[in-house]
């Protein structure tokens, strides 16, 4: 496959199936799945258990996780139309509308049905390249969303013909250039092809960005709320793609909320040129 930011075809194998570009660095996972198939990986099991614990009952850890991100948006911005790519069931969404006139937009089914029907929510089914937006947005957000795309370089092409110029753009994805993924190599947790494809580091997030318009503000690296419950499973299901229901009943009894900072996450911000 050719490397989305240089155009390069030299790559160096990293790990078993994915490698980085001799070109400009970016990793990558070097197979080129149909829009089907990846479609295939986010059917309700990837919610409940193969991916994500159980997305539904952890609605409070996930959106003390998005209230963070939230004071991150309105250090730049206070107000305006904001538009989530990647919504699932719109907990960002619900958080964001004290403060913005929000939309979103995600593949799954189930998800974006509740996010309407439960939450009530502007947010539609589909796929972003193919949606025709109303009217240019003040703010655009990814949450640990970019990793997952077979093309993200048309996302963020698109998002720059969507967003007003001045525009802020916020995306959130694991950073491989941090310490975390270097000393545990093929073992750090994001490592997960085929649902993730694409390994952004500082450097490459950046030249991406500024290819298609943008200037990059700021990149943190936050912490992050978990559930003691996620991270055991995590630990010891994830890893070897099993999903247990049971093992989920016995962890919900010795659950309680923890704040962590691997700073391997990166929190990206962009402004439209
Ligand atoms: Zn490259």
Redesign the pocket.
Known sequence: MK?I??G?SDHQKLFEGIVK?S????VFFDQDLSEDEIKKLYKEGYFKGEEYCDYEEDKNILQKNFTSRLKDILRYKKQGNLFEIGSAYGYFLEKAKKYFDVEGIDITEKPTAFARNKLGLNVHTGNYLDFEISEKKDLFCMWDTIEHLREPQKFIEKISRDIKTGGYLFLTTGDIGSLVPKMQGRKWRLIHPPTHLYYFSRDTIKKLLEQKGFEVLEIKHPGFHRSLSQIIYALLYLKRRKNSEKAKKILKLIDFPLYLNTFDIMHVIARKK
């Not at 070109?23 to 970016?26: A, I, M, P, S």
């Open positions: 490397c930011i240089c390069n570009c070109g400009c660095g970016l």
